[in-house]
Antibody
């Protein structure tokens, strides 16, 4: 059974930093692209970033480009998201998602971790 | 620009059927999409991948009550024999090189 478990969410001040983790199990982690998707309070799902299975290719939404960094450690079956220069509008639940075999869409999701940016 | 448009809300009675719509922006009418369900206080759940010809591939354990269909640039999710646990937000998703796009979501209320 595929399992994705996020951690690392916290209350952080504007301008601060945070690193989220996603522990994956139940599939060959290195064979699949992975994504981060967030949902802000009262809003819908927003794609944040995607990384290829090897980690060699990364993609970002314009809203986070230059501030967030996606990475993965295939030896630990773990996905990461480094969040820097955080803004109030980054407040959201962040979900880790496994992409399908072609890297096109999310076919499995985690339960999410809450990031609150507030002074 | 690649966009997905969904109605913000829909409602239907317990045991009835409902059809949710996701519309692809101009020039992208042949794109496949994925449908996801998000129940309150839970992570999203992948429902199915839906092609422009109406063929679809469901996720593991998704009941037969959930059906996908297509017409032109519109992609549909029909849920029949509505149950209380179907009350949720439903999102469509599509993709292009280097980007993922989500629709705004439809909040389904089961009366």
């Amino acid at each position: 059974e595929v399992q994705l478990v996020e951690s690392g969410g916290a209350l952080v001040q504007p301008g601060g930093s945070l690193r989220l983790s996603c522990a994956a199990s139940g599939f060959t982690f290195s064979s699949y692209a992975m994504s981060w998707v967030r949902r802000a309070p009262g809003k819908g799902l927003e794609w944040v970033s995607t990384i290829s299975g090897s980690g060699g290719d990364t993609y970002y939404a314009d809203s986070v480009k230059g501030r967030f960094t996606i990475s993965r450690d295939n030896s630990k079956n773990t996905l990461y998201l480094q969040l820097n220069t955080l803004r109030d509008e980054d407040t959201a639940v962040y979900y880790c998602a496994k992409m399908d075999g072609s890297g096109s869409y999310c076919d499995c999701w985690g339960q999410g971790t809450l990031v609150t940016v507030s002074s | 620009q690649l966009l997905l448009t969904q109605s913000p809300s829909a409602s239907a009675s317990l045991g009835a059927s409902v059809k949710l719509t996701c519309t692809l922006s101009s020039g992208h009418g042949s794109n496949a999409i994925a449908w996801h369900q998000q129940q309150p206080e839970k992570g999203p759940r992948y429902l199915m991948k839906l092609h422009s010809d109406g063929s679809h591939t469901k996720g593991d354990g998704i009941p037969d009550r959930f059906l996908g269909s297509s017409s032109g640039a519109e992609r549909y999710l029909t849920i029949s024999s509505l149950q209380s646990e179907d009350e949720a937000d439903y999102y469509c998703q599509t993709w292009a090189t280097a980007i993922q796009v989500f629709g705004g979501g439809t909040k389904l209320t089961v009366l």
